[in-house]
């Protein structure tokens, strides 16, 4: 059996995620992803996950054999290890939804494909995808000072780059209208004006492995829980207009926003998640001591910020929840004997989501 000839590849350049080197090198032998996959020897349902999160040994060794990359390059460009930085969760390839990591399906649009992008960054060079622009705290490109993108401004439709024909010259070109996002109007486009710190420290945290909580160094998976449980409680605070739990993130100069659809935080749009992040910052700061004064300022009982959170409590926060216990009378740890009539908000949120899916299915 013959042996097939090494692909010619684009150089690997920094933190470049494996779909778009991929995708590049795809057109660079001016043919489709698809067209390049099957050349690989991948079957085709493999393209139709998230391939950056993880690919088995086989499927890598396969992808080496082809290119002449060594295996262990390929495997360095996997989120994978990131995600063992900020998470203990099950990272079964199959899940739909990892921690963290916003979605990058290819067919599945109801999944939220709305991959982000700087445009200043595409502009300075070869354009290409980073692997941080995956993360689900990179609203904003803190060296630019810029928001993240994930639609064309000619023709409204989401940047998803795998869908690329092969006639492009470059990843950054929708691949609807033919407009080349590196030449977004850079001049009319408008900074970030809240603050960054939460994406700024959780990229810290990346790269020093290590993190800071009421003054005391903490894991980073215990840094990550605790942020991701004071995300969850203040997206619910949206259906507890005027309770305790809205008076109580009040006082912290946090006022929840809704949002434009429910399910995983990670599906959000930028803009929804860079505030909801913003506020989370705000919380991270405090002190177990400001919480608990918070707390008994405005009453906020345990089954309160039970119910409106849907995950379990975390390490950091025992001793702040522990109290809130002992002061709440006959406190449920079952939802469901803390079911109530479900708020119009929330049926609100749940019919803009089913407005959201129809409007993927157009705008992809």
Not at 103 to 122: A, I, K, Q
Not at 169 to 175: A, L, M, Q, T, Y
Not at 184 to 204: C, H, N, P, W
Not at 298 to 319: C, D, E, F, K, M
Request: aromatic share 10%; net charge positive.
């Amino acid at each position: 059996m013959m042996k097939k000839t090494l692909l010619r590849t684009p150089a690997i350049l920094p933190d470049e995620t494996l779909s778009s080197w991929l995708i590049r090198t795809a057109l660079h032998h001016g043919c489709d992803t698809l067209t390049l996959i099957r050349y690989i020897g991948w079957p085709m349902r493999k393209w139709t996950r998230d391939i950056d999160r993880y690919l088995p040994t086989e499927f890598l060794g396969r992808l080496s054999e082809r290119t002449g990359i060594p295996i262990n390059i390929l495997d360095e460009m996997q989120l994978f290890h990131l995600s063992r930085i900020h998470t203990n969760a099950d990272l079964n390839p199959k899940k739909i939804n990892w921690n963290w990591f916003t979605p990058s399906n290819v067919t599945r649009m109801s999944d939220g494909v709305r991959l982000s992008f700087c445009p200043h960054c595409f502009a300075e060079g070869t354009p290409y995808l980073r692997r941080h622009w995956r993360m689900s705290w990179a609203t904003a490109c803190t060296h630019h000072g810029i928001k993240m993108h994930h639609s064309c401004p000619e023709c409204g439709m989401y940047f998803i780059p795998s869908k690329l024909i092969g006639l492009e010259k470059f990843i950054s070109v929708c691949r609807h209208c033919g407009y080349d996002l590196k030449d977004y109007d850079l001049k009319d486009m408008e900074g970030i004006r809240v603050d960054t710190d939460f994406q700024k420290t959780a990229e810290s945290i990346l790269i020093n492995n290590e993190a800071v909580f009421d003054g005391k160094k903490v894991t980073p998976q215990e840094w990550f829980e605790t942020a991701r449980y004071f995300v969850s409680v203040i997206r619910d605070a949206i259906n507890f207009p005027n309770s305790t739990l809205t008076h109580f993130l009040g006082d912290f100069g946090i006022q929840p926003i809704s949002t434009r659809c429910g399910g995983y935080f990670e599906h959000l749009f930028p803009d929804e998640r860079h505030e909801l992040l913003r506020s989370c910052a705000i919380l991270m700061r405090q002190s177990t001591e400001d919480l608990l004064r918070a707390s008994m300022r405005y009453g906020l009982s345990y089954n309160t910020i039970y119910s409106a959170s849907r995950h379990s409590s975390t390490v950091l926060l025992q001793p702040w929840l522990n109290h809130l216990a002992r002061n709440s009378v006959n406190y449920c740890h079952d939802r469901k004997c803390l079911s109530k009539p479900t708020p119009e908000s929330a049926v609100r949120r749940k019919w803009a989501r089913l407005q959201l899916k129809m409007e993927r299915q157009i705008l992809s």
